[in-house]
């Protein structure tokens, strides 16, 4: 189909969705994915090989599904998060945590540095050519010893092909691969490649998780035509089920 002339990873703006909006598509997400159960497990084998768990720093934390149990392993927990709604949730219900509402790009944390430092799902949400700029901020709050681990949809699979019939998924991972590599260097850098089921026992639950992948909400207009593709393709005996591949990116500070 093809209909948008722009596509992920490019260099439009996106429409954000209402924080309630948003809200109930990620919660949607959740509960029909095996996603953060899978994504949990990866990213444990990655901090787990820390020489120190003092403090873990979640870029992008959204509804807190990885922060909260990650949370967990260390003795301090901060956030960087744009979404107000996002925000207040942690205020209540984790007041421990330091919680700054803000853009990674424009937050200032002055000298604080961090063991662990998780961007899961975010850089979709900012143009790729800032990509190398963004990573080595993260880098300079980056304890020695430390892990980055940066999460992103694979190029390739059923998610890929689903975005490629609305928008061109063009999120440049074997070019960032090779970015972090030339920046700092090849034992610096590792890949991890994991893959997560999505299952809902309702059309309207799959258009909701379809949207809610493609991030803008200018791609609404195309929910009819959505519809008929997860009719058409992902449609089982019992339900709907779309697979997800996944690449996990670590940079050490050695
Ligand atoms: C798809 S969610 C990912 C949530 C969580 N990291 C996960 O993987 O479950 C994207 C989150 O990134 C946040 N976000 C978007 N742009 C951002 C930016 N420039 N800096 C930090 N966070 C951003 C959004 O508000 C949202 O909560």
Redesign the pocket.
Known sequence: MNENEEGLGQSHSIEMESDAE?QRQ?TTF?NCSTE?GI?LVKIGEVFSELHHRRSFL??????G???IPISQSFEKTTI????EK?VSFFHRRYPNFTVYN????DIDLGPERYDFI?????L???QEGRWASIIDKMYAHLESNGRIAI?LQSPIGEVATFFNQFTSYDVNVLELWRELIRRYGDSEIDVRYFMNEIWTDNLEDMVTIGL?LL?DAHFKKFAKQMSDYFEAHHKTDTGYRLMQDEILLTVKKS
């Not at 960087?80 to 979404?83: H, L, S």
């Open positions: 948003y990620l959740i953060k994504e979640d870029i992008g934390a959204g509804g599904d990885l922060t960087v998060e744009p979404n996002q803000n853009f990674w790009e998780l961007c899961s799902h975010i979709y949400y900012i999460v809610f991030i």
